[in-house]
């Protein structure tokens, strides 16, 4: 088991993110802010998973899957 922390919802800080959405759908670089709406819309958790790429990918998935 990982004990990584992820980065998750306003706890991310990249201002763009390139993300992957509640499917599996690549939605692509967007806005932090739209990729944060995006993951409410749906009533889910924006997830950084990649906080090292440029730039940092992030998923649109439920935070129990994660933990």
């Not at 306003?10 to 967007?30: P, T």
């Not at 924006?46 to 730039?55: F, G, T, V, Y």
Request: hydrophobic share 45%.
């Amino acid at each position: 088991m990982s004990t990584e922390k992820f980065r998750m919802n306003k706890e991310i800080r990249a201002e763009e993110l390139r993300v992957i959405g509640a499917e599996g759908e690549n939605l692509g670089v967007i806005s932090f802010a739209e990729a944060y709406k995006a993951a409410q819309a749906v009533s889910l958790d924006l997830i950084e998973i990649s906080p090292n790429a440029m730039p940092p990918v992030a998923k649109i998935i439920d935070r129990k899957s994660v933990v």
